[in-house]
């Protein structure tokens, strides 16, 4: 059990934008489970623009006070210079008067459309108005950038904001502005800072605001993935990471355990060889033997040792599993594309065994769905429906992927259909009945939720040694905010798994939420690091809790570990994402003295 397919659901079915969980302690999203990848967002495409409310035109009143004649105002100025000598604060006040008028003549000027002459009245009163009147002058800066906006002189935005917000580090409207300018100048880091600004000014109430910075940080994220990603060093997954992908299929005939007669054909297979190494943890070994027997299997046929019919037949049998367990093998390397290669071939041998080649297209669907090929990740398991309908891999995940691309009640038929199959398959009991808990959950059924929980007791009674049902049952609890159940279930299932690192992270993150005790929290989610040292998500969570404690380094080291233990581009570009978040939040703390809100203030995040 990876990261659970619940990360997904909220409880309203609205998962948080990435930046926000960075801030505010929720879980990471996205998750690679056995032949199924989460998506790692489902925020809209088409993000509207930044918040409406911050208007488009300059500040104050466009009305203009009659203007006197000249012998009026000078028969004026006589008269109060003669008659009035005025102290120091009403001489301000009259300065500032005088500017005021400046800017709302501006400001007639700006609706007007005459966006050169309003800048010329903004300037005058920004050079008129005292240096002590900081209110008056920033907001004369930010109207001078609202008309160079219109002009698109983007620079001359992002300076009269600066200096707008010079003045008043609270200044909301001239951080939008300038976010956009930012945006439009193509420097996505200051941009990201800013308009992380204004969510924090608001408090987190504008959704626009929002979505634009969770935009931002996804453009940052992928941008950054795809320069690193490629260009990595690639690796095999760690031992517990490889056991745990395998776990997740039942029908997966290249696991099946040699017999003696296979194992004496060692010396002449590659397939065999792999398998031993593989059993012996020589995992590093197995692309290599695999390789030895496709590459004899593609020789000349003069070259080729084929005695009769039959040893043809188990020479095509072993070349077929050989590429699907290198294929699999490459995946957890990161060799997408060596992989999807032999998928493709192993997918095109009609004379294959059919599990073969449906375990295949479960495979290539997952790499779809990570490539966000969603149509194609559906085509590929319809097509192994096809193949073979009565294979309960295909229906788990395809169920999977349905929770991942919100067909809630497409995903629970496939469930139905996957147990109808298997009916002890313990795992797709586990998720069928969280998947109608939070369905439950999500539409204010008490009673629905009810009986899911219930059902959750009968699968446990059945099922006592699944690891997975308590998991997800804790998450039920949880949601329910009963916390020291869910505790006490997640320590049920580490008795039963102890060597599966999400349990502790996820663990520690409902100590956290439960009793605010950061420091078991950390020291819980540590033990993953223990088991297994190339966790990602472990990483990933104690960056974001660090974060949170603003502690900026030991923030980064987590998130660069994560990061170069992530398993696919996606996962990596999320990564990259909170990063970026971290790093906007710490220089907003130090530039404007502005943090987050304290956890109690913000609205719980799905766990």
């Given amino acids: ?190 941009c990201l800072e800013d308009i992380t600004t204004v969510c924090l000014l608001d408090n987190f109430s504008s959704t626009p605001n929002m979505l634009f910075a969770d935009q931002i940080l996804k453009k940052l994220g992928f941008e950054r993935a795809s320069a690193t990603y490629r260009a990595r060093k690639h690796r095999l997954a760690s031992a517990l990471f490889v056991k745990q992908y395998f776990n997740g299929f039942q029908e997966d005939i290249t696991t099946d355990p040699l017999t003696d007669k296979d194992r004496s054909c060692s010396k002449e297979s590659g397939f065999i060889r792999a398998k031993i190494a593989w059993e012996e943890g020589k995992l590093d070994r ?9 590459q004899e299997a593609d020789a000349p046929p003069e070259a080729a040792n084929v005695k009769d019919a039959d040893m043809e037949s188990v020479k095509r049998d072993r070349l077929a599993k050989s590429l699907l367990v290198r294929a699999t093998f490459f995946l957890l390397s990161c060799r997408n594309d060596e992989a999807q290669k032999d998928l493709n071939r192993v997918i095109d041998m009609e004379d294959a065994n059919p599990k073969v080649r449906v375990n295949a297209l479960i495979k290539r669907g997952s790499m779809m769905m990570q490539m966000q090929k969603s149509d194609e990740a559906e085509a590929d398991h319809n097509l192994a429906a096809q193949i073979d309908p ?18 809630v ?83 049920k299932a580490l008795e039963i798994e102890p060597d599966n690192a999400s349990l502790y992270v996820h663990r520690g993150t409902l100590l956290l939420q439960w009793k605010q005790d950061v420091v078991e929290a950390i020291n819980t989610i540590k033990i993953a690091l223990e088991v297994d040292p190339e966790c990602d998500f472990a990483h990933e969570m104690l960056a974001t809790i660090e974060v949170q404690r603003q502690n900026l380094d030991q923030a980064l080291y987590h998130f660069e570990q994560a990061i ?11 990564l990259h994402s909170l990063r970026a978040a971290a790093i906007a939040q710490t220089n907003i703390k130090l530039k404007y003295g502005i943090t987050p809100p304290p956890l109690s203030q913000l609205p719980s995040a799905p766990l």
């Fill in 1 to 190: 059990m990876n990261k659970y397919i619940f990360n997904k659901m909220g409880s309203d079915d609205k998962p948080w934008p990435t930046w926000k969980i960075a801030l505010a302690f929720g879980l990471p999203v996205g998750l690679i489970s056995a032949g199924a990848y989460v998506y790692l967002s489902k925020t809209p495409t088409d993000v509207p623009p930044p918040d409406k409310k911050v208007r488009d035109d300059p500040e104050g009143s466009a009305s203009v006070p009659t203007t006197p004649t000249k012998e009026e105002a000078q028969r004026s100025v006589d008269e109060f210079s003669q008659n009035v000598q005025l102290s120091p604060e009403e001489l301000l006040k009259q300065k500032i008067q005088e500017c005021q008028e400046m800017k709302n003549e501006g400001n007639k000027l700006f609706k007007q459309g005459k966006y050169s002459e309003a800048i010329e009245k903004y300037t005058q009163a920004i050079d008129n108005c005292p240096e002590s009147s900081h209110t008056e002058r920033s907001t004369y800066h930010q109207n001078k950038a609202a008309a160079l906006e219109k002009q698109e002189n983007w620079q001359g935005v992002i300076n009269e904001c600066a200096k707008a917000i010079e003045l008043n580090h609270r200044y909301t409207k001239a951080f939008l502005r300038r976010s956009k300018a930012y945006e439009k100048m193509g420097n996505k880091e200051l």
């Fill in 564 to 574: 170069n233990n992530s398993r696919t581009e996606a996962e990596m570009a999320h």
């Fill in 390 to 407: 009565v294979n309960a891999d295909i229906f788990h995940h395809r169920g999977q992927y349905f929770i991942i691309m919100n067909k």
């Fill in 286 to 294: 197995v692309i290599d033997e695999c390789t030895a027997e496709i």
């Fill in 409 to 491: 009640s497409e995903a629970l038929q496939d469930f139905n259909r996957c147990i109808e199959i298997k009916g002890d398959y313990a795992l797709a009991h586990a998720q069928r009945c969280y998947t109608k808990y939070r369905q439950a959950f999500a539409n204010g059924d008490i009673v629905e939720a009810e009986r899911a929980t219930a059902e959750f007791q009968e699968i446990i009674t059945k099922y006592p040694c699944c690891s997975e049902t308590y998991g997800l049952y804790a998450q039920a609890e949880s949601d329910r905010r009963n916390f020291e159940a869910a505790d006490n279930l997640f320590k």
